[in-house]
């Protein structure tokens, strides 16, 4: 980290900066938080690999050289340590990793040409959403201490993190023009690869936002299949539709009647999802697989409306 900051500089809590590096990083995002232009940007990097073992310095014993050098691996470990939470371990921001310079000057390059693509068109004294006409694009609609961090980890995306999930636009956009013509599309890919969240932050938002009219008035039910598929499919219908619903007491009762009606024929599903649509309405079912022993997962999305 480098050498400890005097007095002079010490954190909101009284604590000392460890050094220059800690107060710029702090520094930038202190202006950030105070600005309303979204400036400035900060990139975090960290290098990975191992690092060299100590060398001592004139007048210094190689002890004395690895107690330094402990109280600097220790003070690396705190500073990115505050990217996490402390009890749940999610991230509450982003640092970015390399393990050779090579790696560190690929990353550095990407991002100045982002930079250089985006961020300069910005005019001083500008808001987030109001710039000198060239960047219209809104800012992230986030608040951490109310919402969480925007880092759901292992977990997929909901659909309340679509105002945070990026980078599969083409993905969505190719399952909803499949969708036009398709009763049924099916999502297959590798265990962890996003297809949860390509449905949950990436599709069902868009449908709800009427991305494919009249979409924004169809039920969006989402099920997981697990041991017993036919009355996991009958509790997320009777909870995520309407129509369904009835006396909260009887809620198991219902579930496996429509369970068992379900298992009864294949077309029971559209006969009894017919009964309780109105004109117009249209069921989305997502489901997902539940075979932990498959490589491939896949998650499913069937439509059924009344017209």
């Not at 990407?110 to 987030?128: D, S």
């Not at 017919?274 to 539940?290: C, I, N």
Request: net charge positive.
């Amino acid at each position: 980290m480098g050498s400890q900051l005097n007095d002079k500089y010490s954190k909101p809590d009284g604590t000392p900066y460890w050094s220059g590096t800690d107060w710029e990083y702090w520094d930038a995002v202190r202006g950030y938080e105070a600005n309303r232009n979204g400036l400035p940007i900060v990139y975090v990097y960290r290098r990975m690999d191992e690092p060299p073992d100590p060398s001592p310095r004139r007048g210094q014993s190689r002890a004395e050289a690895y107690i330094e050098h402990g109280t600097q691996l220790q003070r690396v470990e705190e500073f990115f340590g505050q990217f996490r939470d402390a009890k749940t371990g999610a991230f509450k921001g982003y640092f970015f990793e390399y393990e050779t310079l090579d790696g560190f000057v690929d990353l550095a390059k990407k991002h100045v040409r982002t930079l250089l693509n985006g961020a300069h068109g910005r005019a001083p004294g500008a808001t987030k959403t109001q710039t000198d006409g060239t960047d219209k694009q809104n800012a992230l609609e986030w608040e951490p201490a109310t919402q969480g961090s925007p880092f759901p980890g292992l977990k997929s995306f909901e659909e309340r993190h679509e105002p945070v999930y990026f980078g599969r636009s083409r993905e969505v956009a190719a399952v909803l023009k499949r969708m036009a013509t398709n009763r049924i599309e099916v999502i297959v890919g590798a265990s962890g690869s996003g297809k949860s969240s390509l449905v949950k932050a990436g599709v069902l938002p868009k449908l709800r936002d009427n991305a494919m009219p009249p979409s924004a008035r169809w039920h969006r039910v989402l099920m997981r299949p697990t041991a017993n598929p036919f009355l996991a499919l009958a509790e997320a219908l009777i909870d995520g539709i309407p129509g369904l619903k009835g006396d909260a007491v009887r809620f198991v009762e219902r579930c496996e009647t429509l369970a068992e009606t379900l298992r009864a024929a294949p077309g029971n599903l559209e006969r009894t999802l017919r009964g309780v649509l109105g004109s117009g309405e249209e069921v989305v079912l997502s489901s997902t697989s539940s075979r932990n022993s498959s490589r491939l997962r896949s998650r499913t999305a069937w439509r059924s409306s009344r017209s």
